[in-house]
């Protein structure tokens, strides 16, 4: 009876996080998305650069939305409603595939550059001390 | 009748002017082993206050400032300087690798400047302080999203302060009339003009419509007596604040920072007290020591611990380090360094020192005095005790003149007596010493401020060893045809 109990708590247990799992990874979505929202207010942009034209509360974005391009600012866009619009990146959550550039500088007070390979976290990726500067 | 007073007048002018020219170094011997205490005691005042007030040359400035470069440098930036402060201060930064990651040219548009400052907010910081200037009109469509920005800022209760332009006219606004219009508070982000920045305003413009009477305090200042109000601000409004810097950098700023040399500098205890007095740029601190977050880091808008670990529940400097941009400053510790940092690490101390920073000045009795002030109040003890000694040990001397030549054999009890004789002038170093500390422990006053106490002390010290005030009290006596010593009389009476 036990057994039998256990097994069909695990099955339901694993029947209600199914979807919220699914909206997470939003698995249904081939390649970059935005998840949905991350601040309570999320800006739409007609530009990388743009200006903002629309602002949508955060339940009224839409989740699991391709990402379709990226620019140089981190901006990221996508389509909603059949319109390009671009937004910031710190406004949603997003799985972005490709590699974002690595944060790196040399020394805060030279002015040398440096040029890095790629990480997500900051200071990763970058060349350690007495490495020569060199990326990895 | 008054020819011949005439001609004894002439006669002892003439006597004093011989006694001048050619002075009886016996007799000046002897006078000088006769001068009094108070002469030693006003002739030692007179120098120190001549050197402390006068400032001859710049000395007293010079040395001033330069202790205090090197007190950061070797004692208190590496080892007692306390990370109180860094702890809840950040320095969101954007410099030239900033403005090329992102393809984003300066000056920025509003609308990035309002998305900068929407991502710091997501990261939940205590307040923001942007040390950037929105003064100048030009065209640009985002202003609204800059306006609205400070509305959310509001909604979420998360303090926004804006650097205004100190150098508008009276009665313009300090930054664009949209932005006051919507409830920004303006900070005055003034700083000393100094080469070397050491010290930082106490007083600032009033940018927010105050009224005409009304005395407002500076960025760091203003920031901290908003904040912090359980530890209020003390600061006497006279003064400036010394700053005092710290050198260990934040070790989230080593981890991204130091790609090809540390930002920790491994230099021994010995080396560095080296370093620091004949090769100071050896012993800068490379990296800053408040942490940074790199703006474009922010704008990737991932989670990062640590964006998010520098960021929540701390004030967070925005500002730029760009070339081209005057809005650098050399600091003792690092070098040159954006002014942005100089604002953090005054509110660094103010934190440190919960609202009583170190200064340059003092309230005693409800009166303000000054370093100056405070210095030649601090060598008068100093003086009395060295011109004592100074008058005892003459006195002995002068006893031993009158006694038999010592015996040739005693030239080891001789050399004794001599070192014993300067050793006491150390002492004046270590009471010198001892008053600068009690006056920073018990006053805040900076080591800047006391330290030429202990320079003059060692410059009296050295005059008395030499017998600077005494050989001038026997020569000046001697030309004003003062008495020879008993002895001397006696033995001339007798030839």
């Given at each position: 009876m036990k057994a039998v109990f256990a097994a069909a708590t695990l099955f339901a247990t694993a029947f209600l996080i199914q979807p919220a799992l699914a909206d997470d990874?939003?698995?249904?979505?081939?390649?970059?998305?935005?998840?949905?929202?991350?601040?309570p207010e999320v800006d739409l942009y007609d530009g990388a650069d743009g200006k903002r034209v629309q602002t949508l509360k955060d339940d009224a974005f839409p989740r699991c939305?391709?990402?379709t391009g990226r620019a140089p600012n981190m901006m990221l866009r996508v389509n909603i409603n059949g319109t390009d619009y671009w937004v910031a990146p710190h406004m949603v959550k997003y799985h972005f595939a490709g590699n974002l550039p690595a944060v790196c500088r040399n020394?805060?007070?030279?002015g040398e550059q440096e040029k890095v390979g790629s990480t997500r976290?900051?200071?990763?990726?970058c060349p350690k001390p007495g490495s020569g500067g060199t990326t990895p | 009748m008054g020819e011949p007073s005439l001609q004894t007048a002439r006669e002892r002018l003439e006597q004093t002017l011989k006694r001048a020219r050619r002075p009886d170094k016996e007799a000046m011997e002897s006078l000088r082993m006769r001068a009094p205490f108070w002469w030693v005691f006003v002739f030692l005042f007179t120098f120190s206050t001549y050197q402390i007030i006068m400032n001859p040359f710049g000395f007293s400035d010079l040395v001033q400032r330069y202790t205090q470069d090197v007190s950061d440098l070797l004692?208190?930036?590496?080892?007692?300087?306390?990370?109180t402060g860094h702890e809840q201060i950040s320095v969101a930064l954007v410099d030239d690798r900033t403005l090329g990651e992102l393809q984003m040219p300066w000056p920025w548009s509003y609308g990035a400047q309002a998305r900068t400052l929407d991502a710091l907010l997501a990261e939940k910081p205590r307040a923001v302080v942007v040390?950037?200037?929105?003064v100048d009109p030009r065209?640009?469509?985002?202003?609204p999203e800059l306006v609205d920005e400070i509305g959310r800022y509001k909604r979420a209760g998360v303090p926004l302060y804006f650097s205004g332009?100190?150098?508008?006219?009276?009665?313009?606004?300090?930054?664009r009339q949209e932005l006051l219009d919507a409830g920004a508070r303006v900070v005055d982000p003034t700083l000393l003009p100094?080469?070397?920045?050491r010290q930082y305003n106490v007083d600032g413009r009033c940018?927010?419509?105050?009224?005409?009477a009304t005395l407002c305090k500076s960025l760091a200042l203003t920031v901290y007596s908003d904040l912090y109000p359980k530890a209020p601000l003390d600061v006497n409004s006279d003064g400036l604040v010394e700053l005092m810097w710290g050198t260990r950098s934040d070790p989230y700023n080593t981890k991204w920072m130091?790609?090809?040399?540390?930002?920790?500098q491994d230099i021994g205890f010995f080396r560095r007290i080296y370093l620091a007095f004949f090769d100071p740029s050896q012993v800068?601190?490379?990296?800053?020591y408040e942490s940074v977050i790199p703006v474009e880091k922010l704008l990737q808008?991932?989670?990062d611990t640590d964006i998010a670990k520098l960021a929540k529940g701390r004030v967070v400097f925005y500002g730029g380090a760009l070339q081209?941009?005057?809005d650098r400053s050399f600091s003792?510790?690092?070098?040159?360094?954006?002014?942005v940092f100089i604002h953090a690490m005054a509110l660094d101390n103010l934190i440190t020192f919960k609202g009583r920073p170190e200064q340059n000045v003092m309230t005693v009795g409800g009166t303000t005095l000054n370093n100056n002030t405070i210095q030649v109040f601090a060598i008068v003890p100093v003086i009395l005790i060295l011109a004592w000694l100074h008058i005892r040990n003459l006195r002995a001397r002068g006893t031993e003149r009158e006694t038999e030549p010592r015996e040739s054999g005693a030239l080891f009890e001789l050399l004794l007596e001599k070192v014993m004789e300067s050793a006491w002038h150390w002492g004046a170093l270590a009471l010198a010493l001892g008053a600068g500390l009690a006056l920073t422990l018990a006053?805040?006053?900076?080591v800047a401020n006391w330290v030429e106490v202990i320079f003059v002390s060692a410059e009296l010290a050295a005059m008395l060893m030499v017998g600077v005030p005494d050989a001038i009290w026997g020569y000046l006596h001697h030309v004003a045809g003062g008495i020879a010593e008993p002895a001397k009389a006696r033995r001339e009476h007798s030839a």
């Open positions: 990874t939003c698995s249904s979505v081939k390649g970059d998305a935005v998840l949905g929202a991350r601040a939305t391709p990402i020394l805060a007070m030279g976290g900051l200071g990763e990726g | 004692i208190t930036g590496p080892y007692l300087y306390p990370d040390d950037i200037l929105f065209k640009d469509d985002t202003l332009d100190p150098s508008v006219a009276p009665g313009q606004p300090p930054i100094q080469g070397i920045v940018m927010n419509g105050e009224a005409a130091g790609l090809t040399e540390s930002c920790d800068r601190s490379r990296c800053p808008g991932t989670d081209g941009v005057q003792p510790v690092n070098g040159l360094i954006a002014n006053a805040g006053i900076s």
